[in-house]
C-alpha cells in the first residue's frame, strides 16, 4: 500500500485546511481496515489526529482537535481527507496519513498502522 499525502501550507490562525491522502496498490482493497493521521511537531513525538473505519466509517479524534477537524474517506477513491478549521499555531506540525489493519484499541496507535505516507507540512502563524 502507498499513501500520498498532499494539501498542507502556511495559514494564518483561524484558517482552515483540508489534507487529502490517496492510497494505492493491488491489495489495499480488503486489507486496510483503518486509515488515521498523526502530526509531528518540531521537537515533539508523533501524536495521534484522527482515524476512520475504512468500512463503515466510525470516526476518532484526539481531543486537542475534537470539534476542529473533520476525517472523512472516499472509498472509490481510496483517498481520506483531514478537514481542519479554526487553526492554532499549535496545530504546526508535519501531517503523516497512515493506514494499516489496527483494532479499535490501537486506533491512536502509530503501532496499529504498517504503512505511512511522506508527510505534509502545515504552518500556522498567529
Known amino acids: 500500500v502507498q499513501l500520498q499525502a498532499s494539501g498542507g501550507g502556511l495559514v494564518q490562525a483561524g484558517g482552515s485546511l483540508r489534507l487529502s491522502c490517496a492510497a494505492s496498490?493491488?491489495?489495499?482493497?480488503?486489507?486496510?481496515?483503518?486509515m488515521g493521521w498523526f502530526r509531528q511537531a518540531p521537537g515533539k513525538e508523533r501524536e495521534f489526529v484522527a482515524a476512520?473505519?475504512?468500512?463503515?466509517?466510525?470516526?476518532y479524534y484526539a481531543d486537542s482537535v475534537k470539534g476542529r477537524a473533520t476525517i472523512s474517506r472516499d472509498n472509490a477513491k481510496n483517498t481520506v481527507y483531514l478537514q481542519m478549521n479554526t487553526l492554532k499555531p499549535e496545530d504546526t506540525a508535519v501531517y503523516y496519513c497512515?493506514?494499516?489493519?489496527?483494532?479499535?484499541?490501537?486506533?491512536?496507535?502509530?503501532?496499529?498502522?504498517?504503512?505511512w505516507g511522506q508527510g505534509t507540512q502545515v504552518t500556522v502563524s498567529s
Open positions: 497512515a493506514a494499516g489493519r489496527a483494532i479499535q484499541s490501537y486506533y491512536s496507535s502509530e503501532h496499529g498502522y504498517a504503512n
Open positions: 496498490g493491488r491489495t489495499f482493497s480488503g486489507y486496510v481496515t483503518v
Open positions: 476512520i473505519k475504512w468500512y463503515g466509517g466510525s470516526t
